[in-house]
Nanobody, 123 residues
C-alpha cells in the first residue's frame, strides 16, 4: 500500500496557474503508475492525467490536454500536476492515486488514494 498526500490547491483567477503535489510514502513509489483525478460537486470522479512509473509516458483527458502537465520525481517520491490557463470548470477536489497501468482512466483501476485538495477557479 502507498500513502498519498496532496497539496498545492487553492483559489485562483481564471487564466492563472497552480501546481499540485502528491507526496508518497510506504511501498516503492517508483514501482507504481500514478494518476490525477478530480471531482466537482454533483459529478462523478473523472480522470485528469496519468504517468508511467518511469515518467516517460503520460496521458491526459481531452479537457486538460495542452494546459496541464503531469510529472514525477522518483527520488523525492513526489508527483506533480502543473495546471496553466485554468478555467472555472476546472474547479474540483483533485485526488492523486497509485495504480499499475498508466493507461487506466477509471477510478477502480487505481488502488491507493490521497485525501484530495480543493482547487477553485474564479471567473
Amino acid at each position: 500500500q502507498v500513502q498519498l498526500v496532496e497539496s498545492g490547491g487553492g483559489l485562483v483567477q481564471a487564466g492563472g496557474s497552480l501546481r499540485l503535489s502528491c507526496a508518497a510514502s510506504g511501498r516503492t513509489f517508483s514501482s507504481y503508475a500514478m494518476g490525477w483525478f478530480r471531482q466537482a460537486p454533483g459529478n462523478e470522479r473523472e480522470f485528469v492525467a496519468a504517468i508511467s512509473w518511469s515518467g516517460r509516458s503520460t496521458y491526459y483527458s481531452d479537457s486538460v490536454k495542452g494546459r496541464f502537465t503531469i510529472s514525477r520525481d522518483n527520488a523525492k517520491n513526489t508527483m506533480y500536476l502543473q495546471m496553466n490557463s485554468l478555467k472555472p470548470e476546472d474547479t474540483a477536489v483533485y485526488y492523486c492515486a497509485a495504480g499499475l497501468d498508466p493507461r487506466g482512466t477509471k477510478s477502480y483501476e487505481y488502488n491507493d488514494w490521497g485525501q484530495g485538495t480543493q482547487v477553485t477557479v474564479s471567473s
